[in-house]
């Protein structure tokens, strides 16, 4: 069984910055693509970055310049550093594995338990 556990969420300020972990408790890491994803209250789940094994990036427009998604596979591990947050950026955040189908991320069925970010001066 697949285990993600996500970490490095919390409660920032405007303009503030947060990075969240994703730990992924088999090698099998390296070969899956990897996807954050967010949730806000009354929201549908969005793509918020996605990266190839390879390390090729994709960021949902409302994120670009200020998030980064990362990986070391040597660790079994993805990031998403975000920063100069806004409250809009409040939700749950969820990191998964997934595949790309052309340039588009596909997400399997490899999800974390999500981890809070609140952004509110």
């Known amino acids: 069984q697949v285990q993600l556990v996500e970490s490095g969420g919390g409660l920032v300020q405007p303009g503030g910055s947060l990075g969240l972990s994703c730990v992924v408790s088999?090698?099998?890491?390296?070969?899956?693509?990897m996807g954050w994803y967010r949730q806000a209250p009354g929201k549908q789940r969005e793509l918020v970055a996605a990266?190839?094994?390879?390390?090729?990036?994709i960021y949902a427009d409302s994120v670009k310049g200020r998030f980064t998604i990362s990986r070391d596979n040597g660790k079994n591990t993805g990031f998403l550093q975000m920063n100069s947050l806004e409250p809009e950026d409040t939700a749950v955040y969820y990191c998964n594995l997934g595949y790309y189908s052309g340039t588009t991320y596909r997400p399997r069925d490899y999800w974390g338990q999500g981890t809070q970010v609140t952004v509110s001066s």
């Open positions: 990266i190839t094994r390879g390390g090729s990036t």
């Open positions: 088999r090698t099998i890491f390296s070969t899956f693509a």
